[in-house]
C-alpha cells in the first residue's frame, strides 16, 4: 500500500466498476492494448507491398470505426495517435467495444490468450464488474448485486445495533476490493461474521445456527430449505480444508474473487432480507 493510502489521503480500495471506468483502469487498458497488440504489429513492408499495420488499420477503419479507409492518416504516427483519442474519449462501453474487437485480429506477431489474460489480471485488479468469458467480455456482477452490497452497507450503518455487522460489512468489501494486496479468505469470513452478528443482535441468541432457529419466534419464517443452506455456508467457514475461520495448518483450498464477491453479495442480500422483514413484522432493530 502506497503511502498516501496509508495516511488516508487516497483511497486503498474502490467501488465496483460497473458502468464506468476509472483513470487507473483505463490507462491500463491501454497500456495492455499498446503492448500486447499495436506495438507487436509490424510497420515493416513486405516485399514493396502494405505493411501488418497498414491492414491492421484498414480493419480498424472499415470494421470497426466505421469510416472511410481513404481517411486513414498518412504516417503511422498520425494513425496511431488518431486511434489513442478515440480510445479515451469514448464511453467506457465503447472502450470495452475496442478491447473486445483487438481480440478478434488475426496477425502472427499477435498472441491474442497472452492479451486476455493480461487484460483479465487487470479487471480483477482494479475491481471492473468485466471478464473475458469464452472470447467475450462479460459482466461478472450487476445492478442488482452492486445494490445489494450498498442497500445492506447503509442498513447496517442506520441501526445503532447493527454497527458490529457493518464494520463486518465493509471490511469484507475492503479485503475484497483492496488493489494492492486482495484477501479473499478474510473477505469471506467478515461477510459470514456479518450475517451471525445481524442474527445475534436480533434474537440475542450467541451463534448462527441458533439465531436462525430463533428468528422463527419472533415471527420471522425462514423457509427450511433456505436456513439449511446458509447453515451449509456457514459450515463450509468453518471446515478446516476452506481455512476461512481456522488457522491454515494443513492442504486447503484458496478462494478466489468469485467466492469473497459471491459470500458479500450472498451475506448483503440476506441481511437485507432480514432486516425487511422486522420492519414488516414492526419488530424494532434500534
Same mark, same amino acid.
Given at each position: 500500500?502506497?503511502?498516501?493510502?496509508?495516511?488516508?489521503?487516497?483511497?486503498?480500495?474502490?467501488? %465496483?466498476?460497473?458502468?464506468?471506468?476509472?483513470?487507473?483502469?483505463?490507462? /491500463?487498458?491501454?497500456?495492455? @492494448?499498446? %503492448?500486447?497488440?499495436?506495438?507487436?504489429?509490424?510497420?515493416?513492408?513486405?516485399?514493396? /507491398?502494405?505493411?501488418?499495420?497498414?491492414?491492421?488499420?484498414?480493419?480498424?477503419?472499415?470494421?470497426?470505426?466505421?469510416?472511410?479507409?481513404?481517411?486513414?492518416?498518412?504516417?503511422?504516427?498520425?494513425?496511431?495517435?488518431?486511434?489513442?483519442?478515440?480510445?479515451?474519449?469514448?464511453?467506457?462501453?465503447?472502450?470495452?467495444?475496442?478491447?473486445?474487437?483487438?481480440?478478434?485480429?488475426?496477425?502472427? *506477431?499477435? !498472441?491474442?490468450?497472452?492479451?486476455?489474460?493480461?487484460?483479465? @489480471?487487470?479487471?480483477?485488479?482494479?475491481?471492473? +464488474?468485466?471478464?473475458?468469458?469464452?472470447?467475450?467480455?462479460?459482466?461478472? @456482477?450487476?445492478?442488482?448485486?452492486?445494490?445489494?452490497?450498498?442497500?445492506?452497507? *447503509?442498513?447496517?450503518?442506520?441501526?445503532?445495533?447493527?454497527?458490529?455487522?457493518?464494520?463486518?460489512?465493509?471490511?469484507?468489501?475492503?479485503?475484497? @476490493?483492496?488493489?494492492?494486496?486482495?484477501?479473499?479468505?478474510?473477505?469471506?469470513?467478515?461477510?459470514?461474521?456479518?450475517?451471525?452478528?445481524?442474527?445475534?443482535?436480533?434474537?440475542?441468541?450467541?451463534?448462527?445456527?441458533? +439465531?436462525?432457529?430463533?428468528?422463527?419466534?419472533?415471527?420471522?419464517?425462514?423457509?427450511?430449505?433456505?436456513?439449511?443452506?446458509?447453515?451449509?455456508?456457514? +459450515?463450509?467457514?468453518? !471446515?478446516?480444508?476452506? /481455512?476461512?475461520?481456522?488457522?491454515?495448518?494443513?492442504?486447503?483450498? !484458496?478462494?478466489?474473487?468469485?467466492?469473497?464477491?459471491?459470500?458479500?453479495?450472498?451475506?448483503?442480500?440476506?441481511?437485507?432480507?432480514?432486516?425487511?422483514?422486522?420492519?414488516?413484522?414492526?419488530?424494532?432493530?434500534?
Amino acid at each position: 500500500m502506497k503511502f498516501s493510502q496509508r495516511i488516508g489521503k487516497k483511497p486503498a480500495t474502490k467501488n %465496483i466498476q460497473l458502468e464506468s471506468i476509472d483513470e487507473d483502469l483505463l490507462n /491500463g487498458l491501454w497500456n495492455i @492494448s499498446k %503492448i500486447y497488440i499495436i506495438d507487436r504489429i509490424s510497420r515493416r513492408a513486405k516485399y514493396g /507491398g502494405d505493411t501488418d499495420f497498414d491492414l491492421f488499420s484498414n480493419i480498424l477503419w472499415h470494421k470497426f470505426y466505421r469510416l472511410p479507409i481513404d481517411t486513414i492518416p498518412d504516417y503511422d504516427f498520425k494513425t496511431e495517435k488518431f486511434i489513442r483519442e478515440n480510445f479515451f474519449k469514448g464511453q467506457w462501453y465503447e472502450t470495452y467495444d475496442f478491447i473486445e474487437f483487438l481480440t478478434s485480429l488475426d496477425f502472427d *506477431e499477435i !498472441n491474442t490468450k497472452d492479451f486476455i489474460t493480461a487484460i483479465n @489480471s487487470l479487471l480483477e485488479h482494479e475491481f471492473s +464488474a468485466y471478464r473475458f468469458i469464452d472470447g467475450k467480455i462479460a459482466p461478472i @456482477s450487476n445492478k442488482i448485486e452492486v445494490n445489494e452490497i450498498q442497500q445492506s452497507l *447503509e442498513q447496517v450503518n442506520y441501526f445503532t445495533s447493527l454497527s458490529g455487522a457493518n464494520i463486518h460489512l465493509t471490511n469484507a468489501l475492503e479485503k475484497l @476490493s483492496d488493489r494492492k494486496n486482495p484477501d479473499y479468505r478474510n473477505s469471506i469470513k467478515e461477510s459470514i461474521s456479518a450475517i451471525e452478528t445481524t442474527c445475534r443482535v436480533l434474537t440475542g441468541e450467541s451463534t448462527l445456527g441458533k +439465531a436462525l432457529n430463533s428468528l422463527e419466534h419472533k415471527g420471522i419464517k425462514i423457509d427450511d430449505q433456505l436456513k439449511s443452506g446458509f447453515d451449509k455456508i456457514y +459450515a463450509f467457514t468453518n !471446515n478446516k480444508q476452506s /481455512g476461512i475461520r481456522h488457522a491454515i495448518i494443513e492442504e486447503h483450498n !484458496n478462494p478466489d474473487f468469485d467466492d469473497a464477491k459471491y459470500m458479500l453479495v450472498v451475506s448483503s442480500s440476506f441481511i437485507n432480507y432480514l432486516v425487511g422483514k422486522c420492519k414488516k413484522l414492526g419488530i424494532t432493530i434500534k
